[in-house]
T-cell receptor, first 108, second 111 residues
Framework: ELKVEQNPLFLSMQEGKNYTIYCDYS?????LYWYRQDPGKSLESLFV?????AVKQEGRLMASLDTKARLSTLHITAAVHDLSATYFC????????FGKGTKLTVNP | SQTIHQWPATLVQPVGSPLSLECTVE??????LYWYRQAAGRGLQLLFY??????ISSEVPQNLSASRPQDRQFILSSKKLLLSDSGFYLC??????????FGPGTRLTVT
């Protein structure tokens, strides 16, 4: 059974700082997705990572995938308040399995 | 381009009442369709998925059911709601090998 662990589950950071969110998964997969959810809203696709070593960047967010380590990271550079949201990783096994989400709060 | 709709957007229902939530997808054919539930402050729980008309797979035994009467229509139902059915219900679609795209969601409060 595929299990997906995200950490941290809660992250409070100051504007301008850098931080990384981790997503570990338990069985082999080379497809991983990152989503963003704003409070009361649906999930919005951020990144699609389809192979070992894949790296995608959009603005202050950069996602990477290491299929051998079964690990993906979402790196935040120079955080701004607008990045405050919950971030989910999801791994494609027999079905898409989501992590529990990381609630990010960026404080001024 | 593809679009996914859900309605209603919000719903307040008493315990024991029936439920029907609808999801429709535009701009694609033969999508895989999914129903998820998200309790307040929690992750996503996959409830049902469908790979074609009339084909429903249930992930979690409960008092909910799903149907797919048309290729791009997915319905979530209950005959009698429980308090524990409250949550944010999300419909999603994908094609083989693509990411999942989520609808705007229905917020259900059972009182």
């Amino acid at each position: 059974e595929l299990k997906v662990e995200q950490n941290p589950l809660f992250l409070s950071m100051q504007e301008g700082k850098n931080y990384t969110i981790y997503c570990d998964y338990s069985t082999t997969s080379d497809r991983l997705y990152w989503y963003r959810q704003d409070p009361g809203k649906s999930l919005e696709s951020l990144f699609v990572l389809l192979s070992n070593g894949a790296v995608k960047q959009e603005g202050r967010l950069m996602a990477s995938l290491d299929t051998k380590a079964r690990l993906s990271t979402l790196h935040i550079t120079a955080a701004v308040h607008d990045l405050s949201a919950t971030y989910f990783c999801a791994v494609d096994g027999m079905e898409l399995v989501f992590g529990k989400g990381t609630k990010l709060t960026v404080n001024p | 381009s593809q679009t996914i709709h859900q309605w209603p957007a919000t719903l307040v229902q008493p315990v024991g009442s029936p439920l029907s939530l609808e999801c429709t997808v535009e701009g694609t054919s033969n999508p895989n369709l999914y129903w998820y539930r998200q309790a307040a402050g929690r992750g996503l729980q996959l409830l049902f998925y469908s790979v074609g008309i009339g084909q429903i797979s249930s992930e979690v035994p409960q008092n909910l059911s799903a149907s797919r009467p048309q290729d791009r229509q997915f319905i979530l139902s209950s005959k009698k709601l429980l308090l524990s059915d409250s949550g944010f219900y999300l419909c999603a679609w994908d094609l083989v090998g693509t990411e999942q795209y989520f609808g705007p969601g229905t917020r259900l409060t059972v009182t």
